[in-house]
């Protein structure tokens, strides 16, 4: 976990408690964390899932690691120290999205298990729902996908640290739901997500 340097720092509680904002949004508010393979689909499934979400009249944000990666996190690359604080810092970003009420769907490989644990934890001490969904496809059918062309790329060696290729994914092992992104449609990974979100009570009406 990160180190607290700042001092002489207080929490500033607010007069709006979190119930009043999930009674307004009629929801919950919730992380759900996508991670796989590069070019697995999880981010195809999560902003499929946030339309669906939306178009229900619900209020829904997609975080997408190459996204974040254009602002919030663009003075960090690829080595596993750079990679932990990527997870960290997207993790308290979930957890301020969840805490307003909002269902945070984020999409990162987030390749280790002690990272997705820490974000996990995070949730829990918060009182925060966190959904790790498992985006489960075998290397290979990446590569046949390769929409990016980042594998062919780390194959060359023109990529160094490439997760799946020189760098290691370690799977979830008891995520909330495991999608096998190669034998379904988007629209089916999205409706099994719907539906544990509503077996969650997230969908709280």
Not at 53 to 58: D, P
Not at 93 to 101: E, H, P, R, S, T
Not at 123 to 145: Q, S
Request: glycine letters at 8%; one cysteine or more.
């Amino acid at each position: 976990m990160a180190e607290q340097k700042a001092t002489n720092i207080v929490w500033h509680e607010g007069h709006v408690s979190r119930s009043k904002r999930e009674e307004l949004l009629a929801q919950h508010g919730a992380t759900v964390w996508f991670t796989g393979l590069p070019s697995s689909g999880k981010s195809t499934v999560a902003f499929s899932v946030e339309h669906a979400l939306i178009q229900q009249g619900r209020l829904a944000y997609v975080l997408d690691g190459d996204n974040v990666r254009h602002g919030l996190n663009k003075n960090l690359g690829f080595s596993a120290a750079d990679r932990e604080e990527n997870i960290r810092r997207i993790g308290e970003v979930c957890k301020l999205f969840a805490d307003a009420g909002v269902i945070c769907l984020a999409s990162f490989v987030s390749p280790y298990v002690k990272d997705r644990d820490n974000v996990r934890k995070i949730h829990d001490a918060a009182g925060l729902p966190f959904i790790e969904v498992f985006v489960d496809v075998p290397v290979n059918e990446c590569e046949k996908r390769d929409p990016k062309g980042l594998y062919a790329k780390a194959r060359k060696g023109e990529i160094k640290g490439f997760t799946g290729i020189d760098d290691p994914y370690e799977p979830p092992v008891k995520p909330e739901l495991a999608l096998k992104n190669a034998e379904g449609t988007v629209a089916d990974a999205a409706a099994q997500v719907l539906a544990l979100l509503k077996a969650k009570g997230v969908l709280s009406k």
